[in-house]
């Protein structure tokens, strides 16, 4: 219904909102750790992150792009310590830019 979506990082990975978002901006990928709806972890710490959607539509993506997005960070965040699959991923990244760039 809205332009944001929040994901359960801890309960789908098994890792926390803040390892989410340093590993996803490695990669390029900004996002921020967001607490979630009852969440027991700290707010320093939290269980989920909060995507938002509009920073692609402004660039042109569109639903195509949105799902090579989704499996680059769910790529990412499953290999959070694989060093070179992260550079890998950051280079997928900043290619998708490079054919949508800022105007």
Same mark, same amino acid.
């Given at each position: 219904?809205?332009?944001? =979506?929040?994901?359960?990082?801890?309960?789908?990975?098994?890792?926390?909102?803040? =390892?989410?978002?340093?590993?996803?901006?490695?990669?390029? =990928?900004?996002?921020?750790?967001?607490?979630?709806?009852?969440?027991?972890?700290?707010?320093?710490?939290?269980?989920?992150?909060?995507?938002?959607?509009?920073?692609?539509?402004?660039?042109?993506?569109?639903?195509?792009?949105?799902?090579?997005?989704?499996?680059?960070?769910?790529?990412?965040?499953?290999?959070?310590?694989?060093?070179?699959?992260?550079?890998?991923?950051?280079?997928?990244?900043?290619?998708?830019?490079?054919?949508?760039?800022?105007?």
């Amino acid at each position: 219904d809205n332009h944001m =979506i929040l994901v359960d990082v801890f309960a789908t990975l098994g890792i926390s909102g803040k =390892i989410a978002e340093q590993t996803l901006d490695a990669v390029g =990928i900004t996002v921020n750790k967001n607490m979630l709806p009852d969440d027991t972890r700290s707010p320093f710490d939290p269980s989920g992150i909060r995507v938002g959607v509009p920073a692609i539509t402004t660039r042109g993506m569109q639903e195509k792009e949105a799902k090579q997005l989704a499996r680059i960070m769910d790529e990412a965040l499953r290999n959070y310590e694989d060093i070179k699959m992260l550079k890998f991923l950051r280079k997928e990244v900043l290619n998708m830019c490079k054919r949508f760039p800022i105007y």
